[in-house]
């Protein structure tokens, strides 16, 4: 069970680039058996990756493979993988010049249904271009994109995306604080979980990820998966989230290795 639940929540990690990149005007993902990639047009390394998780077939060939894809558009790249898989794919990508990066942990809540709902903010559901702008503002905010890339990468067209929710919390009126749902079956997965810059440490972030896992209890969700920072893993902690694992990232920059 633990190992069928990892594997789904890979699956969603995955989501929750494809349904970006696919909904940006340049961007595209790339999806074979056992072979999975996102590019988003740009060279922003964050929303280019190759995604290797179980079952395991040619993972040398697979990182030449995007290799090769990414010189060629000239753009660089991530692999990722969990931590407990990552031997061969080190060794592969150390012989391609990668390099790692980071590691942050995959972090479970297997029982939502005790949460209740956050006192003191006013909620939106993005809805309509508005909402929208006042999702983009704090997510620009808390995470220190410029406007043009937060726009881009949070566009409109995600709002037929019948899986996703974005969510806005507001005090007095001001939109501070969201998150996103991206479902899959009973499985709600929480992404872009930020606070604007003024707001931080009133716990808005713990409430935005409740919030969001709600929506999710109300289509059918009965457990929940997210990535944490190091900033944020205390916070998940309290919340009742697990570790259950970590997710490698082996970087590829062509300007670099050309150097």
Request: aromatic share 12%.
């Amino acid at each position: 069970m633990e190992e069928k639940r990892l594997h789904l929540a890979d699956q969603n990690y995955f989501e929750s680039f494809r349904v970006l990149v696919d909904n940006m005007a340049k961007g595209h993902s790339h999806v074979e058996e056992h072979f999975k990639y996102t590019d988003c047009g740009m060279a922003a390394v964050f929303f280019n990756n190759l995604f290797l998780f179980k079952p395991f077939t040619d993972v040398p060939g697979k990182i030449a493979q995007a290799q090769r894809y990414f010189e060629k558009v000239n753009r660089p790249f991530r692999v990722v993988a969990r931590e407990e898989n990552s031997e061969e794919i080190d060794s592969a990508a150390n012989k391609l010049s990668l390099k790692k990066v980071d590691r942050v942990p995959l972090m479970i809540h297997r029982s939502i249904s005790d949460l209740q709902t956050p006192k003191d903010l006013d909620w939106k559901i993005v809805c309509d271009d508005k909402t929208l702008f006042d999702y983009q503002e704090v997510m620009a905010s808390a995470f220190v994109f410029p406007d043009w890339l937060i726009k881009k990468v949070l566009s409109s067209s995600l709002l037929n995306e019948k899986h996703l929710v974005m969510l806005v919390g507001y005090e007095n009126g001001v939109a501070c604080t969201g998150a996103m749902l991206i479902q899959q079956g009973d499985l709600a997965g929480i992404y872009w979980v930020g606070t604007k810059q003024g707001f931080e440490r009133k716990g808005l972030a713990a409430k935005a990820t409740t919030q969001a896992i709600l929506i999710g209890r109300e289509r059918g969700c009965t457990w929940s998966v997210l990535q944490a920072s190091d900033k944020g893993k205390a916070v998940y902690e309290r919340m009742g989230f697990e570790t259950k694992a970590h997710y490698h990232y082996q970087v590829y920059q062509p300007e670099v290795v050309e150097a």
